[in-house]
Each structure stands twice: as structure tokens, then as C-alpha cells.
């Protein structure tokens, strides 16, 4: 029989290969192939072979037809096992695939919880930053109102006690007004009754009483104009007054301290300030060169200094942290009240020192006190025990335990101690700059284990006066934010102005403008190769300018540098197309090498502006006056002026005008003539009528009873008709 070949279609396992059944005839019968994939095998294919007796055709086929199903069965079977594991791995995977996916949605609805978590804390963030900027704004619009209230209720308070005081005043003169009346009544009464008396008489001598009434009408003249005069006076006590009571919003009396470097009041009130203004200052340690350039310094740190009559803060000592310091067995320890306690026996030879205040260096250390070079000042040193002993030295080298003052060396010093001293007052020597520290000084003459056991404190206050008896210290000092600007000034007086009003609000009008020259702003040369050339640079955005040659740079000195003259410097043209600024050097460059040397040499200059511009610099939280004493300045990296407007003491500055007012009221016959006067004539002087009884001549004295006698008008005319 020919080989029968029976391909099984549609059965998939495991490849691309359907199983394949060849039958053929065999010496031994007939033998069956089946090919197919191997499932085991990951698809391989395998060839199975089985042996069958011979048989009829048709049996045979049919014995091959079922041994090909029982194949195709095995294979279907194993499909089918092999579909079943791929299911459950598909199943497994889609289980995996499921779990992931929850895990995902789980991870993602985690992920937009905390995202509305986020967004919501955002959003509470966001309304607890505008309820926090508003709870400040409404801070700050309460402490102003405070602050308002608070001037509010002491202007109240003021015209309260001004309103007293002048009721009491006005009770005074009223009791004095009524007293008055009732004497002139009662001289009234005296005078009709003496008239009705002489009445007859008088008509008898009507001659007499007509020349009488001319003398009344003289004495009445006379005593008109003195009234007229009376009232001139009283203008101008009124005008004295108002001068001393020079009222701040009608309220309160104001003390005016004009520009200086230290401003003292002796009739401050202790509340807060009305009013400071701090002024611009602009420096140069000599004259400028294009390649020796002097640095132009101005003020950048500002603090103003407010404090009574003793001008040393014992808080600002060196060693504040601890409060004692210990050297070569000496001790200083700082105490209540001022005080500094020494005690020890020093434990070497030669002379040493204690810094108490400033720095070891001769620097300006002590500007704080506000003191400066030409400055006098009056030290006193209060003892208890024995701080100081005397060293029998003849020079201050030698000389025992003491307080040295130092200014810019060691040479220029104050000392006050024991066995050799410098009482009292001393004038800061123009060749030192400030003074740089206050050391307690231990002299080459005190031996190796001398004891100093006392305690001792100081009172420095400026000028020529000692003060009666120690001085505490009182003050504040009130930092001013300058915001990173500079307060300057030029030659010809222009000069920034910081002004702090009675609330605390600082504003700094700037007149003084600043400007860097550098290679890349528009350069040109004018005039080259002749005398009269020189270098431009314009800036067209800015007018704000006055031309002028009174200006400051770091290189140049001003000088007008116009197309026909040869002066070298640097001068501000300004017109409607903008600033100008003109450099002339010694010898013209090209433009090119003016430019690279400017990049490696930057110029700057200070000038005018033509308006002022204002900056808000915020608020500051104003310090309570000392009283009655005040010392007010500015304590600066670069010295400069101030002023003040304080409150000044009410009863001081009442006791002021009302003794001025009484002094401009006084008539001015009296003590002295200002005017000759004749036997006969009569004169107004303490608001009453005299006679002139003998010639009084220019400057000389009026001596009631000697030269005048009281009178009235009524008294001389009834001494006519007698």
C-alpha cells in the first residue's frame, strides 16, 4: 500500500505546525507517524512512531484513522491542558494585572488626597497670611491710633494744666481787679462827698477851679498817654509771652534747639520728641587727582542720641557681658547706680591699664558721647573707700592708680586719680578726633602688692561748669534705617535733610544726587587736539540738575570746562536734553584709552539736584525725653548737625513769659527818666500818676518822695479849689 499522509488541520499546539499522520508499509506490518509540537518541549517538534499487523485496506485505514484520532485526541488533550495552564496563568496575570490596577487607583486617589490636602493647606496658608497681613494692618492702624491717642491725651492733658494755670492767673488778677474797683469806689464816694462839700466854694473860685481844670485836663492828658503807653507795653508783653508759649497745635509749649552738632535744654518735659531733623554731610581728606583719587565719605549710619546731662553711658563698657574684669591682680567690677568697685593688690611690676570704655586702638571709638575737637567738658569723679592711691610719681607715668581719658595718642589725656591729677574741666585738644577710650590706669610708682579696695563713678558733661554732684545717666538712643541710601552734602551748603515727625514717620528729602562714570555710558570728545578740549558724557533721561562747578568727585575737582577755556576738573552742564558732565585731564587721550582707563579707575560725583526727592523710610518707635535736663546729637560715621523740637516744661515756660511780659509791661519812667520832666508836669510809672515835685532830667533817677509824689486827678483838683 502507498503511504497514506493525513494532516490534521485547525489543532494549534504549542506552533505554527498542525500535527502530521504518515502511514506506511513496513516488513513488520504497517508503521504510524504522528509529528507535532511538543508542549513540554516549549513547540519543538517530535515524531512518534507506532507498529501495526497488516491489514485489510480498509481496516487498515480505519485503524489508522483511529489511531490518527486517539493522536489528535492526546494532542487535543494536551492543548487543552496546556490552554487550561495558559488560561490560568492568563487568569493569574489578569488577577496581577486587576490588583495592580487597584493598587494604581489606590495610589492615585492617595496621590489627589494629598494633592486637595495640599491645595486646601495652600489655600489655608494663603487666608492665614491675609488674615496675618491684615491683623497687622489693623496692628498697625491701631498703634497709630494709638499713637495719635496718645499725643491726643497729652495735648488734652497739657491744655488741661495751661487752662488751669491761666484760670488761676485770671482768679488772681480778678481778685486784684475787684480790689482795685473797691478802693477807687471808696475813693470815689471820698471825693463826691468832698466835692458836694466845696461846692460853693468852688463856684466862688471859679477862676482858681478853671486854672485847676486845666491842670486836670494836663494831669488827665498825661495820664492818657501813659495809658496809651500802658497798652503798647502790654502788646508787647503779650508778644513776649506768645514768644516764650510757642504752642504746637495749640496745645502745648514748644522748645525750639537750632542746628548744632550737641544741643542741651534745661526745660525739656519728659515725653516723646515733636520733632528732629538730621542734616547731610559730605567729606574729603584732600584734593582729588584722576590717578589719586580721594574717597568722598558720607553719612550712612545714623543714630540720634538723646540723653540728660551726663553724656557716659556706664552700660556701653567694655566688658558688659560679664561685668568684672580682672588684670595683673586688680579688679573692676561694675555696680548699681554708676558705681565700679575696684579691689586687689596688683601682682607685677610697671605700669598697665584697664580699658573700661572704647578700644585699645587711638580710633574714634567714643563718638557716641558726642563730643568732638575743640569740645570743653568737665569731668568729676565721686570716691567711696580707696580706688586710687597715690604712687608719688611727679609725671602721670609715675604717678599712682587713676581714670585717663585718651584722645587720637597717648599724649593727648586727661587724668584724675590719686597723687597727680587734672581736676576738672577740660578743652578736647583740636588735634585729636573724638576721644578714643577711658582706661583706669595703674602707674609705674604703685608697688607690687598695694591694695585698692573703694569704688569710684564718673560725671563727664560738656562745658566749663562742674556739676553740683554726681549726675545718673539717662537716655536713649533711636537708630534710624537709612535703606541702604546716604545722607550728603556739597560745598556750597546743599545737603540732604532726614526728618522724624512727632509720630515716629521718617522722610529723607534728598538734594544731593549721585552718579558712577563708567566706559559704557555714552562718551564723546569735544574740541579735540586744541587747548580747550574735553571729555562728555550726557545722560538723557535725567534732568534733575543745577549746572554748577560746587560738586564733589572722587578724581576731579569742579571747574568750569567750557569750549574756549583750558581749566581741568569736572563740571555739570544741564539743559532739556539732559545732564552733562565735562572732564578735562592734563593732556587729551584718545577716547578709546579714556575709556579702558575709566574701567580700571571708576569716577564718581555727587551734585545738586534741582527738585528734591522723597523717600518714606517707615516708622520708628520714638524714645521718651529725659527731663529736665536734654542733650540731644547725632551719633554718625561722618560727623554732622541736627535739630529738635521738644515740649518743654509747662510751669518753666509760663515762669519764663510771665517775667518777661512783667519786665516789657514795666513803664519806662522808672527807675530812670527817659524824658526831662519840669516842676509841675506829671508822669505815669507802675501804672499810677505822680507829680513832679522837682525837675528830673534824662537818665536821672524818680524817686517817689524825693522828686515825684502820688497823686490822683480828683486829688489835684480839689487841692485847686481849697
Known amino acids: 500500500?502507498?503511504?497514506?499522509?493525513?494532516?490534521?488541520?485547525?489543532?494549534?499546539?504549542?506552533?505554527?505546525?498542525?500535527?502530521?499522520?504518515?502511514?506506511?508499509?513496513?516488513?513488520?506490518?504497517?508503521?504510524?507517524?504522528?509529528?507535532?509540537?511538543?508542549?513540554?518541549?516549549?513547540?519543538?517538534?517530535?515524531?512518534?512512531?507506532?507498529?501495526?499487523?497488516?491489514?485489510?485496506?480498509?481496516?487498515?485505514?480505519?485503524?489508522?484513522?483511529?489511531?490518527?484520532?486517539?493522536?489528535?485526541?492526546?494532542?487535543?488533550?494536551?492543548?487543552?491542558?496546556?490552554?487550561?495552564?495558559?488560561?490560568?496563568?492568563?487568569?493569574?496575570?489578569?488577577?496581577?494585572?486587576?490588583?495592580?490596577?487597584?493598587?494604581r487607583r489606590g495610589y492615585e486617589q492617595a496621590r489627589r488626597a494629598d494633592e486637595s490636602a495640599r491645595v486646601a493647606a495652600e489655600q489655608a496658608r494663603q487666608a492665614a497670611e491675609s488674615a496675618r497681613a491684615g491683623a497687622e494692618s489693623v496692628r498697625q492702624s491701631a498703634e497709630q491710633s494709638r499713637s495719635a491717642s496718645e499725643v491726643e491725651r497729652r495735648q488734652a492733658e497739657h491744655e488741661r494744666r495751661v487752662a488751669e494755670e491761666l484760670r488761676a492767673q485770671a482768679e488772681d488778677a480778678r481778685q486784684s481787679a475787684e480790689e482795685a474797683?473797691?478802693?477807687?469806689?471808696?475813693?470815689?464816694?471820698?471825693?463826691?462827698?468832698a466835692a458836694i462839700a466845696r461846692?460853693?466854694?468852688?463856684?466862688?473860685?471859679?477862676?482858681?477851679?478853671?486854672?485847676?481844670?486845666?491842670?486836670?485836663?494836663?494831669?488827665?492828658d498825661t495820664a492818657a498817654q501813659g495809658a496809651d503807653e500802658a497798652a503798647e507795653r502790654a502788646d508787647t508783653a503779650r508778644e513776649a509771652i506768645d514768644s516764650h508759649l510757642r504752642w504746637a497745635d495749640g496745645n502745648v509749649p514748644v522748645g525750639h534747639l537750632p542746628e548744632g552738632g550737641m544741643l542741651q535744654a534745661d526745660d525739656a518735659y519728659a515725653t516723646l520728641p515733636i520733632g528732629a531733623t538730621a542734616y547731610g554731610a559730605s567729606t574729603q581728606d584732600g584734593t582729588p587727582?584722576?590717578?589719586?583719587?580721594?574717597?568722598?565719605?558720607?553719612?550712612?549710619?545714623?543714630?540720634?542720641?538723646?540723653t540728660g546731662r551726663n553724656l557716659l553711658d556706664t552700660e556701653r563698657w567694655v566688658y558688659v557681658e560679664e561685668d568684672t574684669k580682672t588684670v595683673n591682680g586688680v579688679t573692676i567690677t561694675r555696680e548699681e547706680d554708676g558705681w565700679f568697685r575696684v579691689s586687689g593688690a596688683r601682682d607685677t611690676t610697671g605700669q598697665f591699664s584697664i580699658t573700661m570704655w572704647g578700644s585699645g586702638a587711638y580710633e574714634p571709638k567714643m563718638q557716641w558721647m558726642g563730643l568732638h575737637p575743640g569740645d570743653d567738658i568737665y569731668v568729676t569723679v565721686e570716691t567711696e573707700g580707696t580706688p586710687f592711691v597715690d604712687g608719688g610719681g611727679s609725671s602721670s607715668a609715675a604717678n599712682g592708680t587713676c581714670i585717663t581719658l585718651y584722645g587720637s595718642t597717648s599724649s593727648v589725656s586727661r587724668r584724675y586719680c590719686g597723687g597727680f591729677a587734672d581736676e576738672g574741666a577740660w578743652t578736647i585738644p583740636a588735634s585729636t578726633n573724638y576721644l578714643s577710650r577711658i582706661v583706669y590706669y595703674n602707674g609705674a610708682n604703685v608697688p607690687v602688692g598695694t591694695e585698692v579696695n573703694g569704688r569710684f563713678r564718673l560725671t563727664i558733661v560738656r562745658g566749663t561748669e562742674a556739676p553740683a554732684a554726681y549726675i545718673p545717666y539717662e537716655g536713649s538712643t533711636l537708630p534710624i534705617d537709612l535703606q541702604g541710601h546716604e545722607l550728603r552734602s556739597l560745598p556750597d551748603g546743599t545737603r540732604d535733610e532726614l526728618a522724624v515727625d512727632a509720630l515716629g514717620h521718617v522722610t529723607l528729602t534728598q538734594r544731593v544726587g549721585f552718579k558712577e562714570l563708567v566706559s559704557s555710558d555714552v562718551w564723546q570728545v569735544q574740541n579735540s587736539g586744541t587747548a580747550s578740549w574735553y571729555y562728555e558724557v550726557r545722560y538723557a533721561s535725567d534732568t534733575n540738575g543745577v549746572q554748577t562747578t560746587d560738586l564733589l568727585s572722587n578724581r576731579y575737582v569742579g571747574a568750569a570746562i567750557t569750549n574756549t577755556g583750558t581749566d581741568k576738573g569736572i563740571w555739570l552742564v544741564v539743559s532739556g536734553a539732559g545732564l552733562y558732565f565735562r572732564i578735562r585731564e592734563d593732556a587729551e587721550k584718545s577716547l578709546a584709552d579714556f575709556k579702558t582707563w575709566l574701567d580700571s579707575n571708576p569716577v564718581t560725583v555727587i551734585y545738586p539736584l534741582a527738585t528734591p526727592v522723597s523717600h518714606d523710610l517707615g516708622t520708628v518707635t520714638l524714645p521718651t525725653l529725659p527731663s529736665p535736663d536734654l542733650t540731644a546729637w547725632p551719633a554718625t560715621d561722618v560727623p554732622t548737625t541736627m535739630a529738635l523740637d521738644y515740649e518743654r516744661d509747662i510751669q518753666t515756660a509760663l515762669t519764663e513769659a510771665r517775667d518777661e511780659a512783667m519786665a516789657a509791661i514795666a513803664d519806662p519812667d522808672g527807675p530812670t527818666a527817659t524824658a526831662n520832666h519840669a516842676a509841675g508836669t506829671y508822669l505815669t510809672m507802675g501804672g499810677r500818676l505822680y507829680k513832679v515835685t522837682t525837675a528830673i532830667a534824662t537818665g536821672e533817677a524818680i524817686v517817689p518822695g524825693t522828686n515825684v509824689t502820688a497823686t490822683t486827678v480828683m486829688a489835684e483838683v480839689l487841692a485847686l479849689t481849697q
Not at 499487523?53 to 487498515?60: F, G, I, K, L, Q
Not at 474797683?181 to 462827698?193: C, G, L, S
Not at 461846692?199 to 481844670?213: K, L, S
Open 289 to 306: 587727582a584722576p590717578d589719586a583719587p580721594v574717597p568722598i565719605a558720607s553719612v550712612t549710619d545714623l543714630s540720634l542720641m538723646l
Open 181 to 193: 474797683r473797691e478802693a477807687a469806689e471808696q475813693t470815689r464816694q471820698a471825693d463826691t462827698a
Open 1 to 103: 500500500m502507498a503511504d497514506v499522509t493525513v494532516e490534521l488541520g485547525n489543532a494549534y499546539i504549542g506552533s505554527a505546525y498542525s500535527p502530521v499522520v504518515v502511514i506506511s508499509d513496513t516488513a513488520e506490518g504497517h508503521t504510524v507517524s504522528i509529528t507535532s509540537a511538543d508542549p513540554e518541549a516549549q513547540g519543538q517538534l517530535v515524531t512518534q512512531s507506532y507498529t501495526v499487523p497488516d491489514w485489510s485496506d480498509e481496516e487498515a485505514e480505519r485503524e489508522a484513522q483511529e489511531a490518527a484520532r486517539q493522536a489528535a485526541e492526546s494532542a487535543r488533550e494536551a492543548a487543552e491542558d496546556e490552554r487550561a495552564e495558559a488560561e490560568q496563568a492568563r487568569a493569574a496575570a489578569e488577577s496581577g494585572r486587576a490588583n495592580a490596577e487597584a493598587e
Open 199 to 220: 461846692a460853693d466854694a468852688a463856684t466862688a473860685a471859679a477862676g482858681a477851679a478853671t486854672t485847676a481844670a486845666q491842670a486836670a485836663t494836663t494831669a488827665a
